[in-house]
């Protein structure tokens, strides 16, 4: 085993930073090497040690997260996990940390129940270790990340083993997307880069409930298709874009020659809800070889086994290769265990999804 994972926790209340500081600290990979009320008290103590990644909580006195970030990113990049309360309002403020560099956004955890407790500890964990893995891409001095811009082109226990066989031929193909650490901005390379006729596209995204529709807006005002949290019975339309809401399953179904997708509770799948595995095996099961499975940045092996159905089905799938990922593990699971016909760059993904996008299935 490798060195422990060291996290400074940087937030006004005493009894986050108490629970944070318990929550970690139950993950043997982790250690929290200390924790800061506000900005200025973090700072002095990077100064003194650099930790491997920083929880950062959004409101605090003397000067706010969002703030901090944009310096910290600017000064002495670190991998930053933003810990926010479930407040609705506060959602478009989350969309500007992940855009001046923060890694992953999380949710404060809820004490309520034992199981939305054992649930937050799972989600925070792999979030702090999954930002510790990750490349820190460059900031520019206004807090996007720099980037070359493309030109525009012209669950096992939510779903049951697909059936044998490819389905059969629909007049339009539908795109499956599944993404986590790093994604919110792959996503938006992608979406930006798709013109306004594009195929039908469902995506996971592991983002926390409310977020998620937040991202959506702000995909919908930067692309050309559009974009919208995915509702119970949604029609997966030609230019269209559903994203799965967050703490919510999302599955694709079929009725005729139309997809549409069920929005489930469920326990979490692959270690997450939404799972991406949940998406991938419902297109497998509906789609066949009508659907495009592709597999995008993150950490662990959610979607692997979904994609494999979806190969195996018929379909065609893709994964994001290595040097463009923020996280490479969910890709590269799904390509250990066969599950992957092609990889390509992020920049090449928006071409494979116009490419199939206008094949059906010859079955």
Do not use: W
Request: charged residues 25%; negative net charge; proline residues 6%.
């Amino acid at each position: 085993m490798g060195a422990k994972v060291r996290v400074l926790i940087i937030d006004d209340s005493a009894t986050v930073r108490q629970t944070l500081t318990s929550i970690l600290e139950s993950d043997p990979d982790i250690e929290v090497m200390g924790t800061a009320a506000d900005p200025f008290a973090a700072a002095r103590r990077i100064a003194q040690e650099a930790p491997d990644v920083i929880t950062l909580d959004v409101e605090m006195p003397r000067m706010d997260g969002i703030t901090f970030l944009r310096k910290l990113m600017s000064q002495h990049p670190i991998p930053v996990v933003m810990c926010s309360s479930l407040v609705e309002d506060g959602s478009e403020t989350l969309m500007q940390a992940l855009e001046a560099g923060a890694v992953e956004v999380i949710l404060k955890p809820r004490m309520d129940t034992r199981q939305s407790l054992m649930e937050a500890q799972v989600r925070i964990c792999d979030t702090v270790k999954a930002a510790a893995r990750s490349r820190m891409r460059p900031i520019s001095a206004s807090g996007a990340r720099s980037r070359t811009p493309e030109p525009k082109l012209s669950a096992d226990v939510m779903m049951p083993a697909p059936a044998g066989g490819a389905m059969a031929k629909t007049t339009e193909r539908v795109i499956c997307i599944g993404a986590s650490t790093g994604g919110t901005e792959a996503l938006r390379e992608v979406l930006e880069a798709l013109p306004a006729d594009s195929p039908g596209i469902v995506i996971v995204q592991h983002m926390p409930e409310t977020f998620t529709a937040a991202f959506a807006r702000r995909l919908d005002g930067l692309c050309e298709v559009s974009v919208k949290e995915a509702q119970d019975g949604d029609t997966v339309l030609r230019g269209h874009v559903l994203i799965a809401p967050g703490n919510r399953h999302t599955l694709l179904q079929r009725s005729g020659a139309r997809y549409y997708v069920t929005v489930k509770d469920g326990p979490l799948v692959s270690r997450h809800r939404p799972s991406v595995d949940v998406l991938f095996r419902s297109a497998a099961h509906c789609a066949g070889a009508n659907a495009v499975g592709i597999i995008m940045t993150g950490m662990g092996d959610d979607g692997a086994t979904g994609l494999l159905e979806m190969r195996n089905a018929g379909a065609y799938t893709v994964a994001q290769d290595e040097e463009s990922c923020i996280v490479f593990g969910m890709p590269k699971e799904a390509i250990a265990r066969g599950a992957v016909e092609k990889i390509v760059g992020l920049s090449a993904i928006p071409r494979e999804i116009i490419r199939m996008g206008g094949r059906v299935s010859a079955s």
